[in-house]
């Protein structure tokens, strides 16, 4: 995946595949799925997934006004689940 601010060259961000990107308003973060967080000042990528265990297939559902505050739900599947169980994460950038 590659990312590309206005003429600047594209810089790699991440080796996989992810099925959603959202870069805050102020363009410090990329967060994408499952849960990773890029710092783009620091080049610093941050696994949240892992540090708060959040298991995989995860949609972002709401975004704050000022982009600081994420509503991330997750399912057990990504399609076809026989049980519609969702668990709702909210997560709040610094």
């Given at each position: 995946m590659?990312?590309?601010r206005?003429?600047?060259?594209?810089?790699?961000i991440d080796a996989g595949f992810t099925a959603w990107v959202f870069v805050t308003p102020d363009?410090?973060?990329i967060i994408t799925e499952p849960l990773y967080?890029?710092?783009?000042r620091n080049w610093t990528q941050y696994a949240l997934f892992e540090a708060l265990?959040?298991?995989n297939y995860v949609m972002m559902d709401a975004i704050s006004e000022n982009g600081r505050r994420l509503l991330v739900s997750r399912?057990?599947?990504a399609m076809d689940c026989k049980?519609?169980?969702v668990e709702y994460?909210?997560?709040?950038?610094?």
């Open positions: 590659l990312f590309q206005g003429p600047a060259a594209s810089v790699r363009a410090r973060y967080a890029l710092d783009v265990q959040i298991p399912r057990d599947c049980e519609k169980r994460y909210e997560l709040i950038l610094p």
